[in-house]
Every structure is written in C-alpha cells, then in structure tokens.
C-alpha cells in the first residue's frame, strides 16, 4: 500500500513539472501571440511574467476569485494595457496545475 502511494505521488509530481514545462513553454511567446481558446495575463509580484491559459479557466470559481481580486486591487484600466492578476507566480503556477488537472 505504501508503494503505491509513493507511486502515486511520483506520477503526480512528473505530471505537475511536464505540465509546468508546458506552461513556461506557452508563457514564453511575446507580443500578441496569443492561441485561440486562450488569453494572455500578467502575473507576480514587482516584475510580471506574461501567461498564455485556456479561456476554460474562466469557469472555475478558483480563478473568478482571482479575477474578482484584480478588480478590486486595479479596476478595469491596467497601466499594462492586460489583465493582470494579484497573487505570487508560485501560487498561480500550483492553481494552474491544479486546474489542468481536474
């Protein structure tokens, strides 16, 4: 039984760092590159990093939370002309995973 939890867990953490890999590879496209069935937001504390998600995330409670702080932390005009959410990248990074995920 605890061999295949450690399994588990192993195959968890693979996923998390392909699926992370995935999401830098995505990220780091600049200008407006942006596929369809995605958009482009900011991301981090001090420096923004530029994510590029699948517009299915605009479903989950989870990131309408996130979306619902942005628009109380900066309104509707941004001086970064994109949407930019309030929360560390490490955060949005493991919210991101988990949503892929489900």
């Known amino acids: 039984m605890g ?6 867990a192993h195959a ?11 999401l ?6 600049t200008g407006t590159d942006v596929p369809k069935g995605h958009f482009a937001v900011y991301v981090g ?8 998600i699948p517009i299915s995330y605009l479903s ?3 990131f309408l939370d996130l ?3 942005a628009r109380e932390e900066y309104g509707y005009d ?5 949407l930019t959410i309030p929360c560390s990248e490490d955060y ?8 892929n995920s489900s």
């Open 60 to 62: 989950h409670p989870l």
């Open 67 to 69: 979306l619902n702080k």
């Open 45 to 52: 504390e001090g420096k923004k990093k530029r994510f590029v």
């Open 12 to 22: 968890k953490q693979k996923f998390q760092r392909s699926l992370s890999a995935r």
């Open 3 to 8: 061999i295949k939890l450690m399994g588990i």
């Open 24 to 29: 830098r590879a995505v990220t780091d496209t």
């Open 78 to 82: 941004h001086p970064t002309g994109g």
């Open 92 to 99: 949005f990074v493991a919210l991101t995973t988990g949503l």
